[in-house]
């Protein structure tokens, strides 16, 4: 049963990411039917300010002794360093071993690799420090696409806003549904999205490496709605295709298929994001020709569907 929660800070702790945690379960809810948590927010030195990312002080009011016996132990976002407080690290690992749930914002999951426990496991942080969270810590499983992981006593999550779904999620899990919905109601927030869900990454454009193939890529791209095939495309690069295909996937890091159905999604993106034209108007436009195909490639490498993310990222004050 989950009643005992201890929010864990270190120096440079990041505010919003610790408001997630304590607005799901520092908050007495139970005139909404949720059971009361007892929350205590800890750090090695009780007492002691602690810095923020965001220019103010906290003042824990709970040493590290009140780690033990939680039900979950939670660890928000903070700024990255090269060592984490040991005496910190060992309570983590004293929680996990005495079989509390760990749950990570962002960033904590940098310092629950630094203690450890994230050792053969899956799991996520934000996408922008998962390349080096996986540099630092090669043993962890680490999803980068991911809201969150719910790897049983371990739940990590991307950041900010996939805090919200993880800490839902796991009150879900363990308390059901009705309070997971009435916390959710207060905070005006959805009540479910799934974990697997992609987070929303900036797709690199790819690009070419060398310039030997610059003018066949133009070609490309001021042509999306064309057929282009390696034949065709070896052609205007004044090549055989078997040299062509070589050169292309040294210079790009891709396949001619795959480069190009990047550059249709990247051009759907853009014509969601900014316009009020149809899917099917957008299919048709972005060179996919019907919805369908828009929508499988879309999904594929965005994670969602264009519908589902127009609606998200959609910029009336530009769309026209």
């Not at 549904?177 to 999205?193: E, G």
């Not at 790819?206 to 490309?220: F, I, K, N, T, Y």
Request: glycine share 8%.
């Amino acid at each position: 049963m989950l009643r005992t929660v201890a929010a864990v800070l270190v120096e440079d702790v990041a505010p919003f990411e610790l408001g997630v945690i304590c607005e799901v379960f520092g908050i007495d809810r139970t005139e909404d039917g949720v059971p009361p948590f007892d929350y205590r927010i800890c750090a090695e030195h009780p007492g002691r300010p602690l810095s923020t990312t965001m220019g103010m002080r906290l003042l824990p009011d709970h040493g590290l002794d009140a780690v033990r016996g939680a039900d979950l132990v939670a660890v928000p976002a903070c700024r990255i360093r090269d060592e984490y407080p040991e005496a910190v690290l060992s309570a983590l690992r004293s929680a996990a071993d005495s079989g509390a749930t760990l749950l990570s914002v962002c960033s904590g999951a940098f310092v629950l690799g630094a203690a450890g426990v994230l050792d053969g496991r899956p799991c996520t942080t934000h996408w922008y420090h998962a390349a080096a969270f996986t540099a630092r810590f090669p043993a962890a499983k680490m999803d980068p696409d991911v809201l969150f992981v719910d790897d049983g006593n371990v739940i990590t999550s991307a950041g900010t806003a996939a805090g919200i779904d993880a800490c839902l999620h796991l009150v879900r899990r363990e308390l059901g549904s009705a309070p997971a919905t009435a916390i959710a109601r207060r905070m005006v927030v959805p009540p479910q999205r799934d974990g697997g869900q992609r987070q929303f990454i900036e797709l690199p454009v790819p690009e070419c490496a060398g310039d030997s193939l610059e003018p066949v890529l133009r070609h490309m791209l001021e042509n999306l709605g064309s057929e282009h095939t390696v034949a065709s495309l070896a052609r205007r690069a004044a090549m055989s295709e078997r040299t062509f295909a070589r050169r292309f996937g040294a210079e790009t890091g891709t396949t001619p298929n795959r480069w190009l159905s990047t550059q249709r999604v990247l051009r759907a993106r853009e014509l969601l994001e900014r316009t009020t034209m149809s899917v099917d108007e957008v299919a048709d436009e972005a060179g996919f020709g019907t919805p369908a195909l828009l929508r499988h490639h879309f999904q594929r490498l965005v994670g969602v569907t264009p519908s589902d993310y127009r609606r998200t990222f959609r910029c009336p004050e530009e769309a026209g």
